[in-house]
């Protein structure tokens, strides 16, 4: 069996510039979702500064990854996702510090000696930010595309807007975007509230020409879901916000296998 990313079909960034706009929760649920449409999928958790894929998909603390061979990690199997992430290796309350380099030396070892087998596509949970760390595990990483999660919040505009000149830089291509944090539906009285703004998202997919690949809500569900280590995805299949992850990992695969989701016919011209 293939250990490494040589069996992998698809490995695609998720990333943000910003921290604390869900891009966590998303890879998460993107992940899960993927796999509910039948794909292998695997999850690495690179957030090497607050990694936090371990509780959100509810693996206790200080469960391990087994090591085979003496050298390879088995990724740990949560709601049909083969995840990895350094949390495993620490304890929830260790402190992680890392300077440049060793963070991404440390990365690319986790990448390499854990044993992901065949999947369809690798999410990779990045750091937030567009500096050293990002920027070499871009390059040394295959990437297949970015999915580039956001609020509609100007100040996490600017910040996604230089991951994506980033991922443009190294020559990945932006797949698509993921707006979080969207709207707010009061649950009292069913008010809909643009908290973070309305079409930020909308105006940097038409500047980049990326498609939004879904609009999630600012919802107390997802928050509670997520902290309680099952996303919404996994818990709330038929829900709205399920659907939307699915629709969101549908378009993703669509897009790298190249095979977009069905268009108008092209009309062929004939002499
Ligand atoms: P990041 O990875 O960008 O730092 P996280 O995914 O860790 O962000 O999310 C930050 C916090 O926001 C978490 O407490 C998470 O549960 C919460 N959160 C994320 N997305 C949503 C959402 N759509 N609605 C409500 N809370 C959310």
Same mark, same amino acid.
């Given at each position: 069996?293939?250990q490494g990313v040589g069996a992998v079909k698809y490995i695609v960034a998720v990333a943000s510039g910003k921290g604390g706009v869900g891009k966590s929760t998303v890879s998460a649920n993107l992940a899960v979702a993927a796999a509910q449409l039948g794909y292998q999928v =695997?999850?690495?958790?690179?957030? +090497?500064?607050?990694?936090?894929?371990?509780?959100?998909?509810?693996?206790?603390?200080?469960? !391990?990854?087994?090591?085979?061979?003496?050298?390879?990690? +088995?990724?740990?199997?949560?709601?049909?996702? &083969?995840?990895? &992430?350094?949390?495993?290796?620490?304890?929830?309350?260790?402190? !992680?510090?890392?300077?440049?380099?060793?963070? $991404?030396?440390?990365?690319?070892? !986790?990448?390499?000696?854990?044993?992901?087998?065949?999947?369809?596509?690798?999410?990779?949970? !990045?750091?937030?930010?567009?500096?050293?760390?990002?920027?070499?595990? $871009?390059?040394?990483?295959?990437?297949?595309?970015?999915?580039?999660?956001?609020?509609?919040?100007?100040?996490?505009? +600017?910040?996604?807007?230089?991951?994506?000149?980033?991922? @443009?830089?190294? $020559?990945?291509?932006?797949?698509?975007?993921? @707006?979080?944090?969207?709207?707010?539906? %009061?649950?009292? %009285?069913?008010?809909?509230?643009?908290?973070? =703004?309305?079409?930020? /998202?909308?105006?940097?997919?038409?500047?980049?020409?990326?498609?939004?690949?879904?609009? +999630?809500?600012? #919802?107390?569900?997802?928050?509670?879901?997520?902290?309680? /280590?099952?996303?919404? $995805?996994?818990?709330?299949?038929? /829900? #709205?916000?399920?659907?939307?992850?699915?629709?969101?990992?549908?378009?993703?695969?669509?897009?790298?296998? /190249?095979?977009?989701?069905?268009?108008?016919?092209?009309? &062929?011209?004939?002499?």
């Amino acid at each position: 069996m293939s250990q490494g990313v040589g069996a992998v079909k698809y490995i695609v960034a998720v990333a943000s510039g910003k921290g604390g706009v869900g891009k966590s929760t998303v890879s998460a649920n993107l992940a899960v979702a993927a796999a509910q449409l039948g794909y292998q999928v =695997g999850l690495l958790d690179a957030d +090497i500064y607050g990694p936090s894929q371990a509780r959100l998909l509810g693996i206790a603390d200080g469960v !391990m990854p087994d090591v085979i061979e003496e050298k390879f990690f +088995i990724p740990i199997e949560a709601h049909g996702v &083969s995840a990895m &992430s350094m949390a495993f290796l620490t304890r929830e309350k260790t402190p !992680m510090v890392w300077r440049g380099p060793m963070a $991404s030396g440390a990365l690319q070892q !986790m990448i390499e000696s854990t044993r992901w087998g065949e999947l369809d596509v690798l999410f990779v949970d !990045m750091p937030p930010g567009t500096g050293d760390i990002q920027l070499t595990l $871009s390059q040394r990483t295959r990437l297949a595309g970015a999915v580039v999660v956001t609020t509609p919040q100007d100040i996490a505009l +600017i910040d996604a807007r230089r991951a994506i000149e980033m991922f @443009q830089k190294v $020559s990945v291509p932006i797949v698509g975007m993921v @707006q979080n944090m969207a709207i707010h539906t %009061c649950s009292n %009285c069913g008010h809909e509230d643009p908290v973070f =703004g309305s079409d930020g /998202g909308q105006t940097l997919a038409n500047e980049y020409e990326a498609p939004i690949l879904a609009n +999630i809500p600012l #919802s107390r569900v997802i928050r509670e879901t997520s902290d309680a /280590g099952a996303p919404i $995805s996994a818990v709330d299949k038929d /829900g #709205s916000v399920a659907a939307a992850y699915r629709e969101a990992a549908a378009a993703v695969m669509a897009t790298l296998s /190249g095979s977009e989701a069905p268009r108008a016919p092209t009309i &062929s011209m004939t002499e």
